[in-house]
């Protein structure tokens, strides 16, 4: 079965300073690859996906994700970030099958003014 | 642009009632999730339905049942709820499961129901 690990439970990022989210996942063939953003008190918008094909993918707001098969990471960065990216942030993958998505548990992304 | 519609932002049931969350999409999406959120426990699968009166049962369907009468209704059933439920839950619809009809295509959520069980 697959699984999606992000390693940081809370990042603090100062605003205008670069961002990486890591997300490790674990598949036994070519996943599809997700990241969510989450603002409070709201569901989860889609940022970014990752089928085949070029190993970095754009997303809305200025993201963007890097797939790396030999590390089954797939992270996001953003060069500059806005107070507006403050949010949760999930990495989600799919396997073959009928249901739904496996998710990591989510980096709270904080920003410092 | 797809739009999912959970019937209550926010919900207040007691102990032991029959609870009923509803989810509407307009897309004709075949695929439609349930998923609850809790905090340091990200989301996880309750059920999916990948067909009108079809149902699987996905990670956490204990306490829980699922209904889809029509193809753009799904709703989540509390048979008898309890406090351990409280929490976000959420809807989710997909294309399709299929590669060929787009199953790869991402899942589009619902804005959630935080429900409380007193």
């Known amino acids: 079965a697959q699984s999606v690990t992000q390693p940081d439970i809370h990042i603090t990022v100062s605003e205008g300073a670069s961002l990486e989210l890591r997300c490790n996942y674990s598949?036994?063939?070519?996943?599809?690859l997700f990241w969510y953003v989450q603002s409070p008190g709201q569901g989860l918008q889609l940022l970014l996906k990752y089928f085949s094909g070029d190993t970095l993918v754009q997303g809305i707001k200025g993201f963007e994700a890097e797939f790396k098969r030999s590390q089954s990471s797939f992270n996001l960065r953003k060069p500059s970030v806005h107070w507006s990216d403050a949010a949760e942030y999930f990495c989600?993958?799919?396997?073959?099958?009928?249901?739904?998505?496996?998710f990591g548990k989510g980096t709270h992304l904080i920003i410092q003014p | 642009d797809v739009k999912v519609t959970q019937s209550s932002r926010y919900l207040v049931k007691r102990t032991g009632e029959k609870v009923f969350l509803e989810c509407v999409q307009d897309m004709d999406h075949e695929n439609m999730f349930w998923y609850r959120q809790d905090p340091g426990l990200g989301l996880r699968l309750i059920y999916f339905s990948y067909d009108v009166k079809m149902k699987e049962k996905g990670d956490i369907p204990e306490g829980y049942s699922v209904s889809r009468e029509k193809k753009e209704r799904f709703s989540l059933i509390l048979e008898s709820a309890s406090t351990n439920q409280t929490s976000m839950y959420l809807c989710a619809t997909q294309i399709s499961y299929r590669v060929s009809k787009g199953g790869n295509q991402p899942q589009h959520f619902g804005d959630g129901t935080r429900l409380s069980i007193l």
């Open positions: 598949y036994g063939a070519t996943p599809y």
């Open positions: 989600a993958v799919r396997g073959g099958g009928a249901d739904g998505l496996t």
